[in-house]
Every structure is written in structure tokens, then in C-alpha cells.
């Protein structure tokens, strides 16, 4: 009889030492699912991507090389300047544009168009592109990003992408 | 009046017990002889102090936010009162920071502190090195400038090299597709929330082992440290010739760190903060990014490594760094600790302490950069002392064509291409447009951008240069 009590007892302490692990990991959980959500959400929003207007077909030469600058596909109220990006856009016949994401593929600082020189070339580590955006010299693994252009009404527009991020290979995630 | 504080200190400190747990942990004992070489730990933390102070100053006038840092950095800057010194402080009191951490960690693997049964101090030391070089890194993003803004873009392509997720931890980095509004609130998060509180909770635990294995003894030659007697060993140390570390030992940490908090502070006056650059604007793209000098060792590595095997390298050699770091004291745990024995772990120190310092002092010149700002070449600073009017365009195509931001002549231009001004001593004519036009290992070719004409007045420039 007495064992009986103490294993009962002893059934008891472990059904409350189980029940206050669960209960405690329980309310661990539940609250980690706003906090983790709060962690990833730049992966979870959804991927819009837009086409902002940079200018008249007018405004570009043939064969010159122009900083264009727009709006990201959807900022947040409070982004600011920040909101903004740059392209450098070549009009390479009467329609036909293209456009390079101002990024060096090396470790991403700004290119910038030399445009006597005919060369796009990065501060940073001396990576030199040549006007098709190939690599001219320097560290960059891969031709410049192209954002996608096209022309509606007289209006020329660029395709908003993710910032071009060079992975392991050297292979771009290019924004099609 | 005596009485009655003496009364309330007895009250406080029965309830408190500080006399009973805390007084002999500041008088623990210590071995002996332990001088000048055991204070940079003591200076980093009173270092961290001074950054946690003087960051939640900071945090009282800044606008973590990525529309309104930079105004709010411009009015901590010149409207706050004593702002730009506050920004001062806590800028060298990071230089500090990293040298200090530096510097405890390269004492303690000379006289192989780490070795048993210390090897717990040194794995956590290694992540207190990690943060602290994040910490870094994050603060001087914070200064949301140009180069606040290229800085985070930096980091996030060098994650992007992690195979398989290194895209998705690039955009967790800069929180989003592109640097926008969440990109400052989560380097502001990483800065003053997130790693502050891994280092509170591993200095904790470092400072508790310090109690706990107590500070390492000065090595000599030829005393092994053998895990099966240490313990004892050293305990019996402590008994013969233990010292209390207060005050014995601990006024030496007391005023290097005194001394050094003196000297960040006076640095601060007198230099002020690190200027700001251009507003983060992502668009403005007329911006050099350079990143604060405890971090140019890696930029310069970037620069410098065979570029085939840089996107590798740029991920396998901070995970092997890392990997190297935390098993030093799994890889040798037991006998020798002098320096004087062991001096392969010396030559390792040497070369580590020199391949750092080159790094640094080459990444602060930056010779592979162009050099954007070379002013035109003046006619009377090249060799040909009456140039015709073929020489006299070639100098002014030199310029504009962009030559002379990787090739200097006469103190004018570069230094990532070979320096030109006696060119023409070693290449002929014929050599000369060859190269030109076809370029070379690292540089372009100009085949399809310079006219025949352009490329002969280059040419009959630089032919003149001998």
C-alpha cells in the first residue's frame, strides 16, 4: 500500500515536471513565432518589381552612356533617400537601350562612367568594365548587372531588381 | 553620526553579503610577478565601458532611422554640445577597443595561456574577438553615410559568397531587396541590442573563469603543464606566494586603462569625430567607400588576392581563420608555455602580427585604386623639353582618356599600372601600341576606344618620356 502511495507520488512529480517543461516551452514557442517572423521579414515580403520611368527618349544620345536614377519597386514610407537607386543607361540604336546596375560585381561599390575614357570604373578595389559592360581588368568575376529597359510612349522605363548579389560561383542573380 | 553609517554598512552589507562574496573575489589571490604584460584584458574591458557610456550618450541624440541619421549625425556633430568629442570618444575608444583585444590575444597565445585547464578563457575570448571586430564593423555603418550605405552593401556581397543561402543572408543583412528604410533599423539593432548583449553575457563568463581557473602564472622555460597536476599545483602556488590581486596586482590594470581612457579622450579633443561624407544616397555613385583603418586589412586582402580564386577565398578564409582560432587550445593543450621553447608558435605570431600590418599599411594606400582626383599633367613636368604638337596631345589624351589614373608620370596620376615616366627607355614604338591596344594582364584594352590618331599622339607622348 505504501509503495503504491509513493509511486503514485512519484508519477505525480514527474506528470508536473513534465507539464511545467511543456508549459514553458509551449509560451517559448508561441512567442518566438512573431519575434522570428520580425527576423526573416525581409525574406517574406512578396517580390514586386516595377517599371519606373527615367526619362524621354529624347533626353538620351545615341551611343552615350547616362546615370539614371529611380524609385525602388516598393519603399517604405520612411526610407527617404534611401529609396532610390541608379542605373547607367546606354542607347545603343534608335530603340535600344541598356542598362547596367551601378554595381561592381566584385564586392558591389559604385561604378562610375568614365565617359572619355569609354570605361566604367570602381573606386573600390580598381575593377574596370568596358562600355558592354564586360570585365576590362581588375577583380570583378562577371560582366555588370543589366536591369531590363523598355520604351513606351516615348518614355524610356527600367525594370526595378534586387540589388545584384555575385554568389560563390561568380554567377549573378540576374534579374530577367 | 559615525555610529549611525557604520550601522547602516553593517545593514547593507549583511543583506547584500558584499563583504561575505564579493569582498574575496576582489582580494582572491593571484601569482606573483604577473607585471605590465597582463593589463591589456583589464584595458579592453574598461575600453568596452567607456563604448557602452558613451554609446547610450550617443543613442540619446541619434535618429536610428535610414531618412534621418544623417541630419541627426550632422546636429551631433555641430550643434550638440560636446557632440562631435562624444562621437570622438566613441570612435577611438573602438580603434582602442580592437587594438587592446589584439593585443590580450596575442599575449596570451605567447605564453600559451590558453593551455590547460584555460582553454575555456580562450574559446570564449575568440567570440568576444568576433564581436568586437562586428561591433566594429557596424558602428562605423552607423555613421549613415556614403560610406555607411557602400559599407552595408559590401557586407552583404561578401555573404553573398556562402553557397546555397548566401542570396537570402545578403537580403536578411540589408533587410530587403535593395538598402532602403530597414536597412539602418537592423545594423542599428545588430549594433545596440543584438551583439551588445552576447558580449555583457560572454564577458560575464569570461570574467567568472578568470575567478574560477585563476590567472595564468608567468610561463617559465622548462615548467610543463601537465592536466593531471596543474590544478593542484597551482593552488599550492597561491598558498606559497599568492599576492590578494586587489590591491597588489590590479593597480597596474587600474592605470594603463586610467591612462588609456586619458588618451582616447584627448585624442578626441583634438581630432574630433571622423568626418561625414555624402548623404546615403544609393543613386549618388561619384563616392569612393572606404571603410574605418581597423578594417582595411581586408579590403586590402580583397584587392589584393588572385582574383580567380577570390570568391572562394573570400568565404573559406574567415571560416578557416575562425576554424583555426578556436582549436588552438584543443591542438595543443599540455606542457611547454614559455615562449622561449616554443618558437614555431612564436615565428606564427611574427608572421600573423607582420602580414596584418602590411596589409594595413598597403590598404591605406590603395594603389590599385584609380586615383579619380590626378590633375592634368602640366608641359613643363615631361621629359621632352620642346614637344611638337603630336607630343602636346598626347599629354592632354593621357589625361582625358584616363591613363593617368592607374599610371603615374612625374607624381602625376596612379599606381595601379607601372609608373611611366621613363617609358620610353624600355618600349619602343611599335611595343607601345601593342600594349595599348591590346591591354595586358590587368589592364584594358584600348583597341576599340582610342582613334588611330589619338593612339599615335599617346604613343609619340609616352615615346617621348625617356
Redesign the interface.
Known amino acids: 500500500m505504501n509503495n503504491q502511495l509513493e509511486n503514485e507520488e512519484i508519477s505525480r512529480r514527474k506528470f508536473f515536471m513534465k507539464l511545467s517543461l511543456g508549459l514553458a516551452g509551449l509560451s517559448a514557442a508561441v512567442a518566438a513565432i512573431p519575434v522570428i517572423s520580425a527576423?526573416?521579414?525581409?525574406?517574406l515580403?512578396s517580390?514586386v518589381e516595377k517599371w519606373r520611368t527615367v526619362g524621354k527618349l529624347n533626353d538620351f544620345q545615341m551611343n552615350t552612356t547616362n546615370?539614371v536614377?529611380?524609385i525602388?519597386?516598393d519603399?517604405?514610407?520612411?526610407?527617404?533617400?534611401?529609396?532610390?537607386?541608379?542605373a547607367w543607361l546606354r542607347r545603343s540604336s534608335d530603340t535600344n537601350f541598356i542598362a547596367f546596375a551601378?554595381?561592381c560585381t566584385?564586392?558591389?561599390?559604385?561604378?562610375?562612367w568614365?565617359k572619355?575614357?569609354?570605361?566604367f570604373?570602381c573606386?573600390?578595389?580598381?575593377g574596370?568594365y568596358?562600355a558592354d559592360g564586360s570585365v576590362?581588368?581588375?577583380?570583378p568575376?562577371k560582366p555588370l548587372t543589366r536591369y531590363q529597359v523598355r520604351v513606351i510612349n516615348d518614355e524610356v522605363q527600367i525594370k526595378t531588381?534586387?540589388?545584384p548579389?555575385?554568389?560563390?560561383?561568380?554567377s549573378k542573380?540576374q534579374p530577367v | 553620526m559615525k555610529n549611525f553609517l557604520k550601522k547602516i554598512w553593517k545593514w547593507i552589507d549583511d543583506r547584500s553579503g558584499f563583504s561575505e562574496s564579493i569582498l574575496p573575489v576582489i582580494t582572491h589571490p593571484v601569482p606573483p610577478r604577473a607585471k605590465w604584460s597582463y593589463v591589456f584584458g583589464s584595458a579592453t574591458l574598461f575600453c568596452f565601458l567607456l563604448q557602452v557610456i558613451t554609446g547610450v550618450a550617443l543613442s540619446l541624440l541619434y535618429q536610428p532611422?535610414?531618412?534621418?541619421a544623417y541630419q541627426s549625425l550632422q546636429f551631433i556633430t555641430n550643434q550638440a554640445k560636446f557632440g562631435n568629442v562624444l562621437r570622438g570618444i566613441h570612435y577611438f575608444g573602438a580603434s582602442a577597443m580592437i587594438i587592446l583585444v589584439g593585443l590580450h590575444m596575442m599575449r596570451t597565445y605567447i605564453t600559451a595561456s590558453y593551455k590547460y585547464p584555460r582553454e575555456m578563457n580562450w574559446i570564449s575570448g575568440f567570440f568576444l574577438l568576433i564581436f568586437t571586430i562586428f561591433m566594429g564593423f557596424t558602428g562605423q555603418l552607423l555613421r549613415w553615410d556614403s560610406n555607411g550605405?557602400?559599407s552595408s552593401?559590401?557586407a552583404?556581397?561578401?555573404l553573398?559568397?556562402?553557397?546555397f543561402v548566401?542570396?537570402?543572408l545578403?537580403?536578411?543583412l540589408?533587410?530587403?531587396?535593395?538598402?532602403?528604410?530597414?536597412?539602418?533599423s537592423r545594423f542599428y539593432s545588430y549594433h545596440v541590442f543584438i551583439v551588445p548583449a552576447f558580449i555583457f553575457l560572454f564577458v560575464a563568463f569570461h570574467l567568472y573563469l578568470v575567478i574560477r581557473n585563476g590567472i595564468s602564472e608567468p610561463p617559465k622555460a622548462a615548467r610543463m603543464v601537465d592536466p593531471k597536476t596543474y590544478r593542484s599545483w597551482y593552488q599550492n602556488l597561491l598558498k606559497r606566494e599568492g599576492v590578494p590581486f586587489w590591491p597588489d596586482a590590479a593597480w597596474r590594470d587600474i592605470i594603463v586603462s586610467a591612462f588609456i581612457i586619458i588618451a582616447i579622450i584627448a585624442l578626441a579633443v583634438f581630432f574630433g569625430a571622423p568626418a561625414l561624407t555624402t548623404?546615403?544616397?544609393?543613386?549618388?555613385?561619384?563616392?569612393?567607400?572606404n571603410p574605418d583603418w581597423y578594417m582595411i586589412p581586408f579590403?586590402a586582402l580583397?584587392?589584393l588576392m588572385p582574383?580567380k580564386i577570390?570568391?572562394?577565398a573570400m568565404?573559406l578564409g574567415p571560416l578557416l581563420t575562425i576554424i583555426l582560432l578556436f582549436s588552438i587550445p584543443f591542438i595543443s593543450n599540455k606542457g611547454e608555455r614559455s615562449p622561449l621553447k616554443r618558437p614555431w608558435a612564436m615565428f606564427g605570431v611574427i608572421c600573423v602580427f607582420v602580414f596584418v600590418i602590411s596589409l594595413l599599411v598597403i590598404g591605406l594606400q590603395a594603389s590599385?585604386?584609380?586615383n579619380?582626383n590626378t590633375k592634368p599633367l602640366p608641359l613643363t613636368d615631361i621629359k621632352s623639353s620642346n614637344p611638337d604638337s603630336t607630343i602636346i596631345k598626347g599629354v592632354h589624351l593621357f589625361y582625358?582618356?584616363?591613363c593617368q589614373?592607374?599610371h603615374t608620370i612625374n607624381h602625376y596620376g596612379g599606381k595601379?599600372g607601372p609608373n611611366l615616366t621613363t617609358v620610353g627607355n624600355r618600349l619602343s614604338i611599335e611595343e607601345l601600341k601593342v600594349r595599348i591596344v591590346n591591354?595586358g594582364k590587368?589592364?584594358?584594352?584600348f583597341g576599340?576606344?582610342l582613334s588611330k590618331e589619338d593612339l599615335n599622339n599617346i604613343v609619340s607622348f609616352l615615346h617621348s618620356q625617356n
Not at chain 1, 75 to 86: D, L
Not at chain 1, 165 to 170: E, R
Not at chain 2, 442 to 445: A, L, T
Request: glycine letters at 12%; a neutral charge.
Open positions: 527576423v526573416l521579414a525581409p525574406l515580403e517580390k546615370l536614377t529611380f525602388n519597386a519603399p517604405e514610407p520612411y526610407a527617404g533617400m534611401t529609396a532610390k537607386s541608379a551601378a554595381n566584385h564586392l558591389g561599390c559604385p561604378v562610375r568614365e572619355d575614357a569609354h570605361l570604373m573606386p573600390c578595389h580598381g574596370v568596358y576590362a581588368a581588375g577583380p568575376p531588381a534586387p540589388l548579389i555575385t554568389n560563390i560561383g561568380g542573380s | 532611422s535610414s531618412k534621418e550605405v557602400w552593401v559590401v552583404a556581397q561578401q553573398g559568397r556562402v553557397p548566401g542570396e537570402y545578403a537580403r536578411l540589408l533587410g530587403g531587396n535593395t538598402i532602403g528604410g530597414q536597412t539602418l548623404p546615403p544616397d544609393p543613386s549618388m555613385v561619384q563616392t569612393s567607400p579590403f580583397f584587392a582574383h577570390e570568391s572562394i568565404l590599385w585604386s584609380p579619380f582625358a582618356k584616363g589614373y592607374c595601379a591591354g590587368n589592364m584594358p584594352s576599340g576606344i
